[in-house]
């Protein structure tokens, strides 16, 4: 009979060992699951916080107009999130010079829309923007290409319309139908632009990206749309094409304002030409989109 209690005595002490050990797991693994949720919330926390400084950081640059990196399209994003669109209103001086309306280089069909400004280069070193223009016009009559740009910049700055900007240019295959092309006149041979020319492609570019609610982003070489050697020198040094694209960028916030100023001298750029509203005769054969 003693023998019999001591053994249940046994039983209950191991069945209760069993339990306090199974307790003891159980407390292991609570604070296992406790430790790594409080792990976990604190890598959340990290990541958060560095989210927000890295976000903050662009806001900063944003704001206080550094333009010394080229901006990304994600400080584009935040910045039409935060500050209100700046857009320069003045436009830099135009001088009309339309080319007559032809199958060779002013098709009179329409711009439906304009998505991209192209950057080109005349490939012809030493010539004026006249010139350039006049040989746009004269493919009427030579036939040797098709091709023209809506704008060409001289070596002095100078800026000579040939197409209203409802026209399109022949000048970037594939894109002709949503984009506006400005050829640039140079000097030297390595194709790098003057520092007139310069100054008015940024001064053209920057109001046209207003107009037609582009950014900076939305210049183009002509080289980016079919990988053609131009414009020469911002193809060959590619660091320089950025550099344009931000002095755009800087152009804008410096110049720019958020509401149309009251005060305002009306825009020399030819929208449409009223002479081609009379319907064109139709052209049997219309050039497959050439490029320049
Ligand atoms: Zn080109």
């Keep these: 009979m ?8 046994d039983k209950i002490t191991d069945e209760e060992k069993r339990r306090a050990k199974r307790r003891a797991m159980i407390r292991r693994k609570r604070k296992r699951q406790t430790y790594l949720a409080r792990f976990l919330v604190f890598m959340i926390a990290i990541l958060t916080l560095g989210g927000i400084f890295v976000a903050a950081r662009h806001v900063v640059r944003v704001r206080t107009g550094d333009m010394t990196v080229l901006q990304t399209p994600v400080d584009t994003t935040i910045r039409e999130i935060l500050i209100p669109k700046k857009r320069v209103y003045i436009c830099p001086e135009v001088i009309p010079a339309l080319i007559r309306p032809n199958e060779y280089s002013r098709p009179g069909e329409e711009l439906v829309q304009i998505k991209n400004i192209f950057v080109h280069y005349t490939a012809n070193p030493g010539t004026s923007a006249l010139q350039n223009r006049d040989y746009f016009d004269g493919l ?4 040797i290409t098709s091709a023209s740009a809506h704008f060409i910049i001289g070596t002095e700055g100078e800026i000579l319309q040939c197409l209203p ?3 399109i240019a022949y000048a970037v295959k594939g894109r002709n139908y949503d984009s506006v092309s400005i050829e640039c006149c140079y000097i030297d041979e390595n194709g790098e632009f003057t520092e007139a020319t310069r100054q008015s492609l940024v001064e053209l570019c920057a109001y046209l990206i207003g107009k037609y609610d582009l950014t900076e982003y939305d210049l183009m070489r002509h080289y980016d749309e079919g990988g053609k050697l131009c414009p020469k020198y911002y193809v060959e040094h590619a660091d320089e094409w950025k550099r344009l694209v931000n002095d755009v960028g800087a152009y804008i916030s ?3 304002t958020t509401s149309q100023p009251e005060e ?24 497959a989109e050439p490029e320049d």
Excluded: V, Y
């Design 2 to 9: 003693k023998q019999d209690s001591t053994e249940e005595i």
């Design 254 to 256: 410096h110049n720019g």
């Design 165 to 167: 900007m409802d026209e």
């Design 264 to 287: 305002m001298t009306d825009s020399q750029i030819i929208e449409t030409d009223a002479k081609t509203e009379e319907p064109m005769a139709e052209t049997e054969e219309t050039p």
């Design 140 to 143: 009427s009559e030579s036939h």
